[in-house]
Structures are given as structure tokens and as C-alpha cells.
């Protein structure tokens, strides 16, 4: 508005880590610790939450359940005596 003026500083130390991360992609190599990250985050975390939500599908029901109430689907019958 009031003209060439510039408001702000310039960091130098900003606009090189600015540029890096703008560049990144053309320096990226598979390195041995780069493929245990990319295995690990893409394969096994989500393996891992997909193997424990399967084994806790329909096992337990939140509805009308009162205190002392069994969670379970297929709760144990309490042995009579």
C-alpha cells in the first residue's frame, strides 16, 4: 500500500530449511533405515491395527449394560452351585 516497503526480515536460516524441504525429493534415496521406516509405518502398524481390530469385532456389546454386567457378546454363564 504505502510502497516497496518490506514488513518483514528475512531469516537466512529459514530460507535455507525452506529450500530443503522444497528439494527434498530430488536428494531422497532408499537407504537400509529409510526402508525399515517405510516398512514399518506402511505395512506393520496398520497389519498390526487391522489383526487387533478383527480379533475384537463383535466381542463386545456397550448397550444396556448394567454394573456388575458381563461386556461379552457370548459372556461365560456364572457357575451355579
Known amino acids: 500500500m504505502a510502497g516497496g516497503h518490506q514488513m518483514v526480515k528475512h531469516d537466512p536460516a ?9 528439494n527434498a525429493y530430488k536428494y531422497f534415496r532408499f537407504t537400509p533405515r ?3 521406516i517405510g516398512i514399518v ?3 506393520i502398524v496398520p497389519g498390526t491395527l487391522l489383526y487387533i481390530a478383527s480379533q475384537t469385532d463383535n466381542k ?3 448397550n444396556g449394560k448394567r454394573k456388575g454386567e458381563s461386556l461379552l457378546i457370548h459372556a461365560p454363564q456364572p457357575e451355579s452351585s
Request: glycine share 6%.
Open 34 to 36: 529409510n526402508t525399515f
Open 60 to 62: 463386545w456389546n456397550f
Open 14 to 22: 529459514i530460507e535455507r530449511w525452506n529450500a530443503m524441504r522444497e
Open 41 to 43: 509405518g506402511v505395512v
